[in-house]
């Protein structure tokens, strides 16, 4: 398949099932329940007030892990997880579950650019072994047998539009239709960014 000079392939994480058309209502409900029984703040008077919406492709790192548990005299238990990192904010943790993975074009203007590059998620992940995987093992901690990371993309709606207070930008998760307003407002703070990164030039400025 030929692609254009403005495109480009990427792994999607999700199928993007959510559609321009069904953003107003997502919006409403992330909006919080005082405004959603507001007349004001219906699904038409946001459709009014929209600005511009756009599809993105945020970036973050997956790697399969496995932790092999000693249970002498019995064999290791093997446990699968799966650690991701935000590539944007550096925010990490486990999945509870993986959505598919497919190839995709998109265009190049969609895709956000990673502030983790691959040398860097290394910390990252065995941040996560030390912190969220291995305090549950009180005594012995456990080996861990990580893959290879991989760059995979979220895709998320960017809407501006004119709210009571002024401009407002939500982020809404193109797969499940829920905010990322928690996600988005760590990509700004560089709060979760470990030291070897320089935080004041690496933020991601929205």
Do not use: C
Request: proline share 6%.
């Amino acid at each position: 398949m030929l692609i254009g000079k403005q495109e480009k392939y990427i792994e999607q994480l999700g199928a993007s099932t959510v559609t321009a058309d069904e953003l107003p209502g997502f919006i409403r409900k992330a909006a919080g329940v005082m405004q959603k029984f507001s007349t004001v703040r219906n699904e038409e008077a946001i459709r009014q007030s929209i600005e511009s919406r756009h599809l993105i492709h945020h970036p973050m790192w997956i790697i399969k892990n496995t932790v092999v548990a000693t249970r002498r005299p019995f064999k290791p238990k093997r446990i699968p997880n799966m650690i991701f990192i935000d590539a944007v904010s550096g925010y990490r943790g486990l999945l509870s579950t993986v959505p598919a993975i497919s190839e995709v074009v998109v265009e190049k203007n969609s895709i956000i650019h990673p502030v983790i590059n691959e040398s860097d998620v290394g910390r990252y992940m065995k941040d996560v072994q030390a912190r969220q995987i291995d305090r549950s093992y009180v005594l012995k901690k456990p080996q861990h047998e990580p893959s290879e990371p991989r760059l995979v993309h979220l895709p998320l709606w960017k809407v501006v539009m004119t709210g009571e207070k002024g401009r407002e930008v939500y982020y809404i998760n193109a797969n499940t239709g829920e905010s990322e307003a928690f996600m988005s407002r760590r990509w700004s703070s560089g709060e979760d960014l470990i030291n070897q990164i320089n935080k004041e030039d690496s933020v991601w400025k929205p």
